[in-house]
Antibody, heavy 118, light 110 residues
Framework: EVQLVESGGGLVQPGGSLRLSCAASGFTFSSYWMHWVRQAPGKGLVWVSH????????NYADSVKGRFTISRDNAKNTLYLQMNSLRAEDTAVYYC???????????WGQGTLVTVSS | QSALTQPASVSGSPGQSVTISCTGTSSDVGGYNYVSWYQQHPGKAPKLMIYEVSNRPSGVSNRFSGSKSGNTASLTISGLQGEDEADYYC??????????FGTGTKVTVL
C-alpha cells in the first residue's frame, strides 16, 4: 500500500524557516516524480513545487521561487521542502503527492499544517 | 500562473447528473491533454478521479467521466449519490513545466 506521511509543520514567525519531510513507503520511491501542494485554510489547492526522479530537475510556483527548495533522498525514501523567508500567506496545509501518468497526482499524504504568525 | 476557473458550486438530486467546467487558456488546458480532476471531502486529502482528460484510475467509479473542448475541460458525475458531495478541483499542466489547479467547486447533493 502506498503511504506518504508528512511531518515538520508547526508555528513559525514571519521571516523564519521550516523544513517539511515526506516519508514514502509501499512503492519504489526513486521511480516517481514528487510534488508539494498546499491549501490555505478554507481555500483551494495550489501547486508548489516538483522534483524529478533523481533530483536533477526541480520547478516552483512563482509565489515561492527563491524562498523554497525541494529535494529528495532516494536512499531514505524521503521528500523534503525547505521553506525560508516565510510569510503569513504561506500559512497552509502542505501535502506531498506522487506524480503519475502525465502531471497527475495519484497518491497524497495527510498533510502537515504550517502557520506563519507572530 | 492564474488559477483555472470553476463554478463555485453545483447541485443535483440523487440519480441526476452534474457537470463541472474548468476554463483555462491555450497555455494550460487548451494546450495539453494533461487535465486531471480531484475529489476532496472535508478534512481529507484530495483523491485522483480523472487523469489525462478522460481516464479513470483503477477503483474510481465509472459514474465519473471527463472531457475537453478547447480551453475548457469538464467533469461529469452521473447517477449522483450522497457520497459524491465534496469539493472538486481540476488541474492542468501549464507551460514552463508547472501545474495549475482550478478554483474548486462544491458539489451538493440535494
Amino acid at each position: 500500500e502506498v503511504q506518504l506521511v508528512e511531518s515538520g509543520g508547526g508555528l513559525v514567525q514571519p521571516g523564519g524557516s521550516l523544513r517539511l519531510s515526506c516519508a514514502a513507503s509501499g512503492f519504489t520511491f526513486s521511480s516517481y516524480w514528487m510534488h508539494w501542494v498546499r491549501q490555505a485554510p478554507g481555500k483551494g489547492l495550489v501547486w508548489v513545487s516538483h522534483i524529478n526522479t533523481d533530483g536533477s530537475s526541480t520547478n516552483y510556483a512563482d509565489s515561492v521561487k527563491g524562498r523554497f527548495t525541494i529535494s529528495r533522498d532516494n536512499a531514505k525514501n524521503t521528500l523534503y521542502l525547505q521553506m525560508n523567508s516565510l510569510r503569513a500567506e504561506d500559512t497552509a496545509v502542505y501535502y506531498c503527492a506522487r506524480g503519475r501518468y502525465y502531471n497527475a497526482f495519484d497518491s497524497w499524504g495527510q498533510g502537515t499544517l504550517v502557520t506563519v504568525s507572530s | 500562473q492564474s488559477a483555472l476557473t470553476q463554478p463555485a458550486s453545483v447541485s443535483g438530486s440523487p440519480g441526476q447528473s452534474v457537470t463541472i467546467s474548468c476554463t483555462g487558456t491555450s497555455s494550460d488546458v487548451g494546450g495539453y491533454n494533461y487535465v486531471s480532476w480531484y475529489q476532496q471531502h472535508p478534512g481529507k486529502a484530495p483523491k485522483l478521479m480523472i487523469y489525462e482528460v478522460s481516464n479513470r484510475p483503477s477503483g474510481v467509479s465509472n459514474r465519473f467521466s471527463g472531457s475537453k473542448s478547447g480551453n475548457t475541460a469538464s467533469l461529469t458525475i452521473s447517477g449522483l449519490q450522497g457520497e459524491d458531495e465534496a469539493d472538486y478541483y481540476c488541474s492542468s499542466y501549464a507551460s514552463s513545466s508547472s501545474n495549475v489547479f482550478g478554483t474548486g467547486t462544491k458539489v451538493t447533493v440535494l
